[in-house]
């Protein structure tokens, strides 16, 4: 069975890019305790400074869909959207075959 | 002074994405001791089943850089070059701001 990696690409509104960045960090404080969670970074795109990166990996597809249902998250989303420019995007959804870094 | 993520898509030639992951996964251990390596993950692409992805986290850019002077990663290169179907293509280049999974 393949660990499930997933990068998601959050578009924010002009200079808003740090609040929504802090808002995700807060959230991967809150799933990285949820079952499966192997790696949650939160990141600015090197060349946008209004796109703001997830980088996933959790122990399955499932354990990723559970973790929207952490007591939290969903109040953590909803401060989010206002800052959008865009609804978020699922730009990578991968079979992590294995590599160095996290737990086999 | 962030860390330095980074996301490789890789296209074989029509079958060979099991060859050249193998290769790939070489490489994540030989780089993976390489100075500043945090993660180098080597993953299918969910959908296309031609498309490798390298997943990495990097101390620096530079760290990054310098890995591709350790001893075997160009012959593994060199190994790898005749399964693509396209120059491999640096998709995703992020400022890591923080999150769980790796060493802050």
């Known amino acids: 069975m393949y660990k499930y990696g997933l990068s998601v690409k959050f578009r924010s ?25 192997q790696l949650y970074l939160v990141s600015i795109d090197s060349e946008d400074p209004d796109t703001v990166w997830s980088t996933e990996v959790w122990d399955s597809k499932e354990d990723h869909d559970n973790s929207l249902s952490v007591i939290g998250v969903k109040e953590l989303i909803s401060q989010a959207m206002p800052l959008f420019a865009a609804p978020p995007e699922k730009v990578k959804e991968i079979k992590i075959l294995g590599g160095y870094g996290i737990n086999p």
Not at 13 to 25: F, M, Y
């Open 13 to 37: 509104t002009e200079n808003n890019a740090q609040k929504l960045s802090s808002i995700l960090l807060k959230a991967s404080e809150l799933v990285s305790r949820a079952k499966g969670c």
